[in-house]
């Protein structure tokens, strides 16, 4: 018998852009925003420069693809802990792709997530890979995605 749980999650977004005369007009004001999460460091965020954003802050876009990046991360190697395969390395090459629409809308049409990971024991390199598919399958941020989330997983 599985039992359910509710899982709430809070953050904080105050925008940050009021350079005077708040949107009085389309250019001038800053997209800087700031997300403030209980007992942890801030995130300071932008729009994505196509969007009059600052290009050293985080935007929302990158944001997501870093979500499902981490979040498939975080799954694999919970797996791979817990079939007694040791993971020595883990790195992803994600890409989002992101059409925009002449009305100004716009959403993702896919991302792609490219992990490479080293394994200790070369023997178990199949069952290594197989646990991608599991992973992709128990991240919570791909589940709630209306696109697809593929993975290209390369072990090394």
Same mark, same amino acid.
């Given at each position: 018998m599985s039992q359910t749980e509710i899982h709430e999650y809070e953050a904080r977004l105050e925008w940050e852009g009021n350079l005077g005369s708040g949107t009085a007009e389309?250019?001038?004001? #800053? *997209? /800087?925003? *700031?997300?403030?999460i209980a007992g942890k460091p801030d995130l300071i965020g932008s729009a994505d420069p196509h969007f009059r954003g600052d290009e050293d802050k985080h935007n929302p876009e990158e944001l997501l693809v870093a979500a499902l990046s981490s979040c498939h991360m975080l799954s694999y190697l919970a797996l791979c802990a817990r079939r007694r395969i040791s993971v020595l390395e883990y790195d992803d090459a994600a890409r989002g792709l992101m059409r925009t629409t002449a009305d100004g809308g716009g959403r993702f049409e896919s991302v792609t997530l490219s992990p490479r990971v080293r394994i200790a024991d070369s023997s178990r390199a199949a069952e290594a890979m197989a646990l991608h598919e599991e992973a992709h399958r128990l991240c919570f941020i791909a589940s709630s995605c209306n696109f697809p989330?593929?993975? #290209?997983?390369?072990? /090394?």
């Open positions: 389309y250019a001038a004001y #800053s *997209r /800087r925003f *700031r997300v403030s989330v593929s993975v #290209s997983a390369e072990l /090394r």
